[in-house]
């Protein structure tokens, strides 16, 4: 009596089993494994054991000094560090400033921008008071005012430079930087931060991060000394905590004391603003008894123009917004009161793999945008797809297969809740591509991060696809 097994159509599936099989023992064959969730290269268990973090603080040893070397470079010099020839096969290079993008941004609702077009458009006219205001989430790549510094600045240089934006008191990772601003603080502060040491109460502020410090620590945020941006400021801010127990501030000017702010009062978010003629000038923090709680400084304009406050933390996940107490970012976002919310993440999902459920990405991703849209029911929403990601798999560099999977999740959770998308992954030439970006000095060795470079490219293609789709707005199409 023959079997099915005996058959071709048997013999065949079979032959699939075994080869499943054998791909689950040899690291090279990995991307036909069928039996188990692909591995990742990085330790991907770990990462998702966010209950073993501390509650609690870690104290910054080091100073927070400006580091011109972060800066971001001019276009013309970046033209510079572009490098290597093309190969066959290779996915065609980007220009770094080029006049449109790749791919425009996705739209199923055809409303996602109206706030921000609303927002902008007033702008561009310069009516009185319309400074147009964006809140750029992120990851690494926003710690570093990577993508966040090439879009404010062609934002800004089109419409108006209303000011810098949102800084936190200090560094609160040593890769933090701002472009067009000077900062410094010295050591002492202590962080909790929605990667850890958590805060109890779950207060981070805007920017994720809660700073506190007792007496005699100082922070100080100052305009640009050099370049077209960022070179004068009308307006500062200080985003700190009231709290029963709080201390003493001292405030300063250019080196003046301008007041004393005691921070004792009911537990909340509280702002305390210094306006000063537009100009170059610094501002300065200084504990000067008790224990004070604040969570950064905004430097803006009054004048008609564009803010983008790029508020990275490293190592986060999308889902980890929400470990903020939700009545507290609300109201933190509403005193902000951006027009456009950003949000761009990916690389530490693509760490975690599989093991984290695409279902559950999806699902924390939209609570996230969602919990974002109660707060600022008039803005608009943006999601930057993840980059491409490349690892070492024995011999061969190959694409982490678990990215199109997380692009998909990004598309979807933004489609449903009516966020714009933008597919970076696509745009950059989709699987294989980061191996060819890092050859060619657009991605980083460690083949998940983008260059200054290819921050620049990023940078641009989002801002030109904002452009298309605002002019797009503009004459009713």
């Keep these: 009596m023959s079997t099915p097994f005996g058959s071709p159509p048997g013999i065949a599936a079979l032959t699939v089993i075994a080869l499943g099989m054998l791909a689950e023992r040899v690291p090279r ?136 934006g949102f800084m936190l008191i200090a560094n609160a990772w040593p890769a933090y930087f701002h472009n067009d601003v000077t900062r410094f603080a010295t050591a002492g502060w202590s962080v909790s931060r929605i990667v850890g040491p958590y805060a109890a109460d779950g207060l981070y502020g805007l920017g994720g991060v809660s700073f506190k410090a007792d007496r005699n620590v100082l922070a100080r945020f100052g305009t640009a000394k050099s370049g077209p941006f960022g070179r004068t400021a009308s307006r500062f801010t200080l985003d700190y905590l009231a709290d029963p127990d709080g201390g003493t501030l001292q405030v300063s000017v250019d080196g003046l004391e301008r007041a004393l702010l005691d921070t004792r009062g009911p537990k909340k978010s509280a702002y305390f603003t210094i306006a000063v003629p537009d100009d170059a000038h610094e501002f300065e923090i200084f504990t000067k008894s008790g224990v004070s709680r604040a969570f950064g400084v905004v430097l803006e304009r009054d004048t008609p123009g564009v803010v983008l406050d790029a508020l990275g933390v ?75 990601r490349a690892a070492k798999v024995g011999e061969e560099i190959v694409s982490m297969r678990v990215i199109p999977a997380i692009v998909a999740e990004q598309r979807s959770a933004a489609a449903e809740v009516g966020c714009a998308f933008f597919d970076t992954y696509t745009a950059m030439g989709g699987a294989h591509s980061m191996p060819t970006w890092v050859r060619r000095g657009l991605g980083q060795a460690d083949m998940t991060h983008p260059s200054a470079v290819g921050s620049e490219v990023i940078g641009n293609w989002v801002f030109r696809a904002l452009m298309q789709a605002y002019n797009a707005a503009r004459h009713g199409h």
């Design 29 to 164: 064959l990995e991307p036909l494994a069928i039996f188990h969730a692909p591995r990742t290269p990085e330790n991907a268990r770990g990462k998702l054991m966010e209950a073993a973090v501390p509650v609690g603080e870690a104290k910054l040893t080091r100073e927070t000094e400006t580091r011109s070397e972060l800066a971001q470079p001019d276009t013309e010099s970046l033209e510079g560090e572009l490098r290597a020839e093309a190969r066959a096969g290779d996915v065609p290079l980007p220009a770094i400033d080029a006049a449109d993008p790749p791919l425009p941004l996705a739209d199923p609702s055809g409303h996602a921008l109206d706030g921000f077009v609303r927002a902008l458009t007033a702008t561009a006219r310069k009516e009185a008071h319309a400074v147009t205001r964006i809140a750029h989430f992120g990851d690494s790549i926003v710690v570093s005012d990577l993508v966040s510094g090439t879009l404010r600045r062609k934002l800004q240089a089109q419409f108006g430079d209303s000011g810098h």
């Design 314 to 388: 490293q190592g986060a996940r999308i889902r980890f917004l929400d470990k903020e107490d939700d009545a507290h970012w609300a109201e933190q976002l509403a005193w902000r009161k951006p027009d456009l919310l950003i949000y761009e993440f990916g690389a530490n999902e693509s760490g975690d793999g599989f093991l984290y459920p695409m279902t559950d990405y999806h699902r924390t991703m939209k609570d996230v945008l969602l919990q974002g849209q109660r707060a600022r029911p008039s803005a608009s929403c943006l999601v930057i797809g993840a980059m491409d």
